[in-house]
């Protein structure tokens, strides 16, 4: 099973709105299309995406919209306005270069259209991200106003993956495909991603396989597309909606049966003290099986959310001015750590993740964990270094389950600048850590990895881990088993991503 990047130009919580108002538009509020507008117009690219010429990638495009208007507790709709129109250095009707893609984008910033882009054989992806990067798909809002409405959105497409032949990007099927299209439309007119069943991802608990009741539960918006996976023969769960997919877009876009459709559980998460609110922790609702029936919808009927989604990420300081707040998410304490999940009638059990998955071995030194963890996430450097933990988890998993052995491996084949900093940086601030560590000085151990920032992401700007040559390949699977043992000491940072 292959996991492929699924993305928002926006980052994206875990469950529920996208973008929530702060600063901006009404503090609190999940940014939305305005329905009384009418439906949502897009304007299409005039090129083919992968093995499909422009009609068909047009018909495509409006029969998935399609899934979402056809959600019978949810009000939205959408209508094709014609092709994406000429702007600035872009005039032909097809964005294949970075400059037509940075016009086009321009003029969804301006709110004079939303585009949905075809990157045909995937060079622009290639230009943007970097060759085979992995990522299938980008979408999200470009503008907004004071009222908390969605002016415009683009959506990319990345056609290498469903090109017909095996060069470049992995080849995803039609349904699959289909899958990817859906996904990226809920970014477009307000949807998070969501975590629910994250077990189909990293495989504990186990349970999630071709056809199982975890299977059946994922969520399309959730964060990568996982590719052999089916809920029903040829079918990918993603390509139907789940039941967190259908609350979510039922309470952003309420039609007049919701209120009798759906009620909401709602609480607060707090830390170990029993005092402190939690920020940014999966809250998962799961029905109560009913034994009567052959499912299990414990796993199938699931909706999520995020403690403190509407709280905002980033207050910021004003101190050194190197930490600007976010103008998205409200300032009100009170909404610090709380949940709402949007559910169907029934009996349910809720369910946390927490960051601290790693089994403590004293359970005194947990409230002292928590508050590292605390610490670190405000620090401006966080939500990057989260991200890559997540990464270098994902690629590691992908790496074991290809059979891939590194645990050995010298780092003797680093010789790209980029891995060569990464590791000599590595090392550096372990050396600086692991006293901190030793020490119980936990806050400050986490703090030490801020450093590692630049030289990570220059690493995944320029490296490619998984080449041809064993030796080499082997020798950065070493270099990020280290980073993620390094940095992952008590607590999953990858747990913080988003």
Sequence with gaps: MLAVGLGGVWPASAGGPLIVGGTLGPAGVPFTWDTSLGEFPYRTDGGKLGVMDNAAANARVAAMFQVWEDVPTASIGFNNAGPILSTGTFSDGNVNKVGEFNAVSDSCEAATQSPIVYDGNGKLFDSLFGENSGVIGLAGPCALNDEGRILSALVALNGDFRDGDAVGEYEVT????????????????????SQANLNCLTGSPAGCSSFSDDAFGLPTMFPFLLSALEETPGVNPARTLSQDDI??????????????????????????????????VNVIARQVDDLGTPENEGRRVVVSAVSGYLFTGTPGQSVTGTNPPSPFGSRNPLLIGIFEIPVPPGSYRVEVESVLCLNPVRIDLVPKQLAAVRAFLA?????????????????????????????????RELKEPAEREL?????????KAKPLFDQGDYTGYLKAFALLKSPVDRFFESVMVMVD?????????????????????????????A
């Design 469 to 497: 040559d064993e030796n080499v390949r082997r020798s950065r699977l070493a270099l990020l088993t280290d980073l993620r043992t390094e940095m992952n000491r008590f607590a999953d940072i990858s747990k913080l991503a």
């Design 379 to 411: 620090l401006s450097e966080a939500e990057s270094l989260a991200a890559a933990n997540k990464r270098v988890a994902n690629i590691l998993k992908q790496a074991a389950a290809k059979g891939e052995s590194f645990a050995n491996a010298e780092h």
């Design 247 to 280: 609350a979510w877009v039922s309470k952003l876009y309420p039609d007049a049966g919701f209120s009798s459709s759906f009620g909401v559980i709602s609480g607060t998460i707090l830390f170990g003290d029993g005092l402190t609110p939690a920020q940014g």
């Design 174 to 193: 039609d349904n699959e495909f289909d899958a990817v299209f859906i996904h990226e439309f809920g970014h477009l007119f307000g949807l998070g991603h």
């Design 423 to 431: 590791l000599s940086a590595l090392r550096s601030v372990s050396q």
